[in-house]
């Protein structure tokens, strides 16, 4: 079984450069977009509102009140302040995605197949039924 250590996780970069492959959009702008995305989420975060994201899951932020801790090093009680942490619940539909690849290996993107997450795609289905 893989540790979490052992565990490769996608980059910002990454991301960028797939959404600008995907949507044949200049570097810059598959940046912009991925900024102006990344730095809605953490304003609203910031204001103590929620992101619901329907098929993938939710942040919200949850809060700590203070309270008297204990330096595991010298046994020192130490102030811990009060805190807001943002805190993300995984969506049923992500959950199950997951799970059912779970113990094989994610295909990786071949050069010449066509990407299933391009929309321009015939066979795209962004799996979301709602009408929203």
Do not use: C, Q, W
């Given at each position: ?77 130490v ?7 943002p ?23 071949k ?22």
């Amino acid at each position: 079984m893989t540790s979490y250590a052992e565990l490769r996780a996608v980059t910002k970069s990454e991301l960028i450069e797939k959404l600008s492959d995907t949507l044949k959009l200049p570097a810059g702008k598959a940046e912009a977009i991925v900024n102006t995305v990344f730095d809605s989420m953490v304003k609203a975060l910031e204001r103590g509102e929620g992101i619901e994201i329907r098929g993938f899951g939710s942040f919200t932020v949850r809060k700590y009140r203070a309270y008297e801790g204990r330096n595991p090093r010298t046994g020192e009680t130490v102030h811990v302040a009060e805190k807001r942490l943002p805190f993300f619940k995984v969506g049923k539909d992500l959950r199950d995605r997951v799970n059912a690849g779970l113990g094989t290996p994610l295909p990786e993107d071949k050069p010449g197949e066509p990407d299933d997450t391009d929309p321009n795609d015939d066979d795209f289905d962004d799996d979301d039924d709602s009408t929203e």
